[in-house]
């Protein structure tokens, strides 16, 4: 039945239009734009693009099925590291393709350029407050004091890009700074769960702003030389050593030793895995400069990051404690201190104190307990005693750091202990843990907005649970209730997925079962899925082959990992309500909710105490 009959075309297709507009508002309405969509289209786009062209640049030698190249791509830039195809018989530029994306796919790339939308945003923003009206270069109408940088309320000195300078002094400053200091209305009634700000005036909501927006472009500074300087002396460090010292497996492979001392360090820091040798790291497990240069990498890129970046912040505040009182020295100190104090309004991988020593202690506890399993069960192993002493120490610290997020193998897989395999298996599903745990933990509104605590609790215990949890309170119960949600959550959360992926595989390689039920059996395919979903890359291989285990599978299953990597790479990312990925107008909405319901607590409180006075 055609639309609007008797109508002509032109004002068919302007019904058609005006009828379809509701709807596209309503999607519009119901699927808004933010920082997780953006991450999804960037991870799916870019590989559809890319296995295009890596697939239509192979050589005579070097062909490769659409589906093989697909499958690299996204492996490639979801840091998974799984290898369909052995690298070295690649082309030169088929490498380059896959090492942009290993170097554009890590989470502190993607972390830059959100710092780098919100710094633009927040520039924006002061823009329309009047604060980035006054000229560079003008007198500062505030005076250095007693360690403090004293400005008139609503009154800043500017800085180098014509922004006035807002500072922020200690909590606690002494009555006499309260006049100049412009945050000192930041205290125990306006600092919120998740260190919003709340129950702040419109004036004070525009200080915040500034001291934010120097914060960010502190970050926005710091961030990206972390990432290009560990790289930078990284893959040269290793370049330099594997060219003069072991060019033999790089020459032997058809690779360039300094070629593969870059792609290395690369895919070490961002933790993809992939290596140009066939054999992986097997041909350096003696070599202890490689290792512990890859370990460190692997380390400083992923689990260990928020730590360093942290130590880094904090020794430049006791550098700038030390230097000489000055209006720059003192608003450098100042936006540092702000960052070390208020981290999850600023940064995504930034956490508070004790949050980052909980962090850094579940690092060092989780490797532990892998070297000591790596030691214990493998006793006997002729694969590992054949290793001397000193390397076989060495190569299990290494594998044990790799296989929570790096994906590189120092031993195969395969020859390994079967209750080590198991280890690995549940260390690769719980790499992101410590780091979506921290998050969440040091980001209460978060966890509440996904509904991580039990639908059955109070709503009186889950507001115990935030207030209990403040920076300067430590409860063990409420910490242990929160962390056994979100751990229930999160499994909720992954294992249909696993389920089902695991399940539709298996279905697919039933043929390749019963051929050959040892390589294609369920518990490697498990392995293959936990490897993949967890974006780590360690794979039990195949008998005789250098490539992964799912290099023997069919293409359907190959697809259905492709899209098992693009959602285990998604895992661990904040909400959409994070402070730390929102733009400011939505930092002051999340605000507001949490004034409303703190007024609402107080008001309630209130009424209690009245009614009680009453009876």
Known sequence: MSLAPGLDRNQRAAAAATSWHPLLVRLARRRPVNFISIHYAYFILVPLICSIILWASAGPTSSIAYVDSLFLVVSAITEAGLNTVDLSNLTTWQ????????????????????????????KRLLQSDGLYDRPPGQPAEGCARQGTLC???????????????????????????????????????????NRSFVNISPEEQKLVRGVEYRALSLLSVVVPLYFALWQLLGCLGLGAWIANNRPGPALANGINPWWLGIFNGVSAFNNS???????????YQTSHYVLITMGLMILAGNTAYPV??????????????????????????LTVEYILKYPRRVYTSLFPTRHTWWLACMVVLLNSVGLTAFEVLNAGNPLIEAIPPGSRHLDGLFQTIAVRAGGFYVVPIADLHIGVLILYLIMMYISAFPVILTARHSNIHEAKYRGHFPHDASSSDIEGLIIRDSPNHFDFQSASLFISQQVKGQLAHDMWLLAMAVFIITTIEASNFS???VSYSVFNIMFEVVSAYGCVGLSVGLPNKNYSFSGGWHSA?????????????HRDLPASTDYAVCLPGKHEELGKEDGHRANSRTDGKRRGLQCAKLS
């Open 308 to 333: 360093l970046l942290r130590l880094i912040l904090w020794v430049m505040f006791q550098i700038l404690k030390a230097l000489p009182a000055g209006p720059r020295v003192l608003t450098a100190k």
């Open 273 to 283: 895995g992939m290596s140009l040798l066939d054999a992986n790291v097997v041909p």
């Open 557 to 569: 299953s190959k697809l259905i990992l492709c899209l098992v990597m693009i959602r285990g790479r």
């Open 95 to 122: 490498q380059i393709i896959l090492f942009l994306l290993i170097l554009c796919g890590g989470s502190v790339w993607a972390s830059i350029w959100l710092i780098v939308v919100r710094r633009r945003s927040f």
């Open 515 to 517: 051929r050959d039920p």
């Open 151 to 193: 400005v008139e309320r609503g009154a800043c000195s500017p800085n180098n890009d014509g922004i006035k300078q807002v500072s922020l002094s200690s909590m606690n400053a002494s009555p006499a700074d309260a006049e100049c200091n412009p945050l000192i209305f930041l205290n125990n009634k306006t600092i919120g769960r």
